[in-house]
């Protein structure tokens, strides 16, 4: 018997590896044995790998994002007159964009929303119909826990609308109704008398002023003058509430012209402008396109070369979803397609989260977990 270990299956099974340079960092979990804060364990996610490795990085980055100060950069060539004082530029910060689904705000996440609302970490929000809708009826009436193999024969004889493992009893639209039509009314009055232009901002914001309940997402974006853009406002009971309203009362006109340019104007005048997008679909899109509009969108369309201060694209990104992009849908596209579109810079700090269930979570004091 041949003794001698063959030379090709050595060279294949100990071939030597090139060493690591001193940055390259080790796997290495939590260790329990320890007294650990919540930060601590959600700061060692970037050494255990995978997803907690993603999330340990989408973490840092709304981190940078809440941190950032126009002060930490030099000041421009073209720099406007207004954003050359010292203390102009330290109270100059990176708007926050967030969007989310409409099952964040039926589910528990609301209230974690609501405190990012309540203490003005974001400057922007989109979402989707049920994504406004769902704050007003909880405001209303509550959301159970249920399962997600009930039957949905059986559920609808009981009237009782499944949301995944949650269940929404009919009687709360018709609550919601109760309370939303009067106030269609109203606005539809305004309308006529004083010229009101109802965008869906401004139609989501009175409904904020009239539902005048702290539990309210909504209530305190009407608060706290913080813009909630919903380009798909009738896909939902919002819209069958419009549409029997319509027979009632015709008239009311809801536009969207208005929103698509109070979003991209304030996106184009960011300074810094940083994306957290918690699903996809209409809200995960309608921010990226915003972000579009300062660079790829001036050079195409109107051959104004970029200065140095504009952006092209968005500086920060954090996409959290189940979506895989293996369809060509935005809902699973990296950040690095939103790249190829001039949505996001092209060395932004960016990342995507493969997660159904994490949300970054502001701290009192103000750090992320």
Not at 157 to 186: A, H, M, Q, T
Not at 252 to 269: F, Q, T
Request: glycine share 8%.
């Amino acid at each position: 018997m041949d003794s001698e270990i063959p030379a090709e299956a050595a060279a294949a099974v100990l071939k030597r590896s090139e060493p690591l340079p001193d940055t390259a960092i080790s796997i290495k979990g939590p260790d329990f044995d320890k007294s650990l804060s919540l930060q601590d364990l959600l700061s060692s996610y970037e050494r255990i790998g995978f997803q907690a490795t993603s999330l340990g990085k989408a973490i840092d980055i709304v981190n940078c994002m809440r941190k950032w100060r126009l002060s930490d950069e030099p000041i421009l060539p073209d720099e406007s007159d207004d954003y050359t004082d010292p203390q102009v530029r330290a109270q100059t910060r990176c708007n926050i964009f967030l969007g989310y689904t409409s099952n964040l705000i039926s589910s528990g996440l609301r209230e974690i929303i609501l405190y990012l609302v309540k203490h003005k970490h974001v400057s922007a929000i989109v979402t989707t119909a049920g994504g406004v809708e769902e704050d007003f009826i909880k405001c209303l009436d509550k959301t159970y826990l249920a399962d997600f193999n009930m039957d949905g024969a059986d559920l609808r004889k009981k009237g009782l609308n499944r949301v995944g493992n949650l269940v929404v009893p009919n009687d709360n639209y018709c609550k919601f109704e109760d309370w939303f039509i009067p106030v269609l009314d109203s606005m539809l009055e305004e309308q006529k008398t004083s010229g009101q232009v109802w965008t869906p901002s401004a139609f989501i914001r009175r409904l904020g002023k009239e539902i005048n309940n702290e539990e309210s997402v909504y209530y305190w974006a009407y608060k706290n003058d913080i813009p909630v853009f919903c380009p798909a406002l009738t896909d939902g009971s919002i819209g069958d509430m419009i549409y029997f309203h319509s027979f009632r009362s015709p008239g009311l006109i809801v536009d969207i012209v208005g929103d698509i340019r109070a979003l991209n104007e304030l996106s184009r005048k960011s300074k810094k402008a940083g994306m957290i997008i918690l699903g996809g679909g209409v809200c995960k899109h309608q921010i990226a396109n915003a972000m579009l509009i300062v660079g790829q969108f001036c050079l195409r369309l109107v051959d104004t070369p970029l200065t140095p201060s504009q952006r092209n694209g968005a500086d920060y990104a954090v996409f959290i979803n189940t979506g895989q992009e293996f369809d060509g849908s935005d809902s699973g596209a990296r950040p690095d397609e939103a790249v190829s579109w001039g949505k996001i810079r092209a060395n932004a700090e960016s990342v995507k989260v493969l997660s159904p269930s994490h949300h970054p979570h502001f701290d009192a004091d103000g750090s992320i977990s």
